[in-house]
């Protein structure tokens, strides 16, 4: 009996110390550039991974860019009420993009990461706060972040794919890179009704609260504009029936392929013209 009690305690703190060594991977690699934030704006700028390659550029116009690859609405609502909680806020710019109330995005977001900024009159109780923090630091109990540990550990492995721009694929290799998008965002019937249910909280928390609500759809290559053609869950559609101002920007840049990184996310010289010359002009507006 004793033997076994040793075991055992033996294989807990085995468990213990292989949660510990895969919580800090997690963290290194997941949650702490997504905890990086700054309270120091009225104005912020919300979106997924289309909002991401435009880095710091706004904050010298007064705007933080709070967009991170993967937020979905869900995410956002967080933040935004985070912010209200912690700031100012005046103004938010946030995506509404064709894709963005596709039911993939009520699988693909980052719950686990944006419960960081939850705040506590949220929690239905005072357990449900103390599971989703604990979540966090189980790892091993966490399959969300499994996917992490595993890519971790194959980057050490396996030799990392270099990315290349996209004016520098081929036209079939282009054709064959848009129809993937295409089938991983607009391969449903019908739109997310949780998704949808969000946005229009954001936008009543927005008018509840004076806050100034603005839609952008960014810049997509011609080839992928052509592919998406009239699908679309409607996330523009909701901000208008709300008589909310849209920006659209999708066509803005069909003929400069050299200016993404692939069919819908902008390189580094495409978000600088984008902030210069385009969102420079729309932040101005009052």
Not at 121 to 126: K, T
Not at 168 to 173: N, V
Not at 177 to 184: D, G, L, M, N, V
């Amino acid at each position: 009996m004793k033997k076994f009690i040793v075991n055992v305690v033996l294989f807990v703190l085995l468990l213990l110390l292989i949660n510990v060594v895969f919580y800090f991977v997690a963290y290194n690699r997941y949650y702490k550039d997504y905890e990086k934030y700054d309270l120091n704006y009225n104005s912020y700028l919300f979106a997924d991974s289309h909002g991401t390659p435009i880095g710091t550029q706004l904050e010298k116009y007064g705007i933080y860019n709070f967009s991170a690859a993967s937020d979905s609405y869900f995410d956002m609502l967080i933040k935004i009420k985070y912010l209200i909680k912690h700031t100012n806020l005046e103004r938010i710019f946030i995506t509404v993009d064709d894709h963005t109330l596709s039911p993939y995005r009520e699988n693909t977001n980052n719950l686990e990461r944006s419960s960081y900024f939850i705040i506590s009159e949220d929690y239905s109780n005072v357990f449900k706060g103390i599971g989703i923090k604990l979540d966090k630091f189980l790892v091993l109990l966490n399959p969300g972040i499994r996917g992490i540990i595993r890519s971790y550990f194959q980057s050490m492995v396996l030799t990392t794919k270099v990315s290349i721009n996209w004016n520098l694929l081929t036209p079939e290799e282009q054709n064959i890179s848009a129809q993937s998008r295409f089938i991983e965002q607009f391969n449903y019937e019908n739109k997310s009704e949780q998704l949808t249910e969000t946005l229009i909280r954001i936008i009543e928390l927005c008018k509840e609260n004076n806050i100034e609500i603005i839609g952008i759809q960014f810049p997509l290559s011609e080839v992928y504009f052509a592919k998406i053609g009239d699908k679309s869950f409607g996330a523009n559609a909701i901000f208008k029936k709300n008589q909310l101002k849209v920006y659209d920007y999708r066509e803005l840049f069909f003929k400069h392929d050299d200016f993404f990184m692939n069919q819908d996310h902008l390189n580094e010289i495409g978000s600088k013209e984008f902030v210069k010359s385009y969102l420079t002009e729309l932040i101005t507006i009052k």
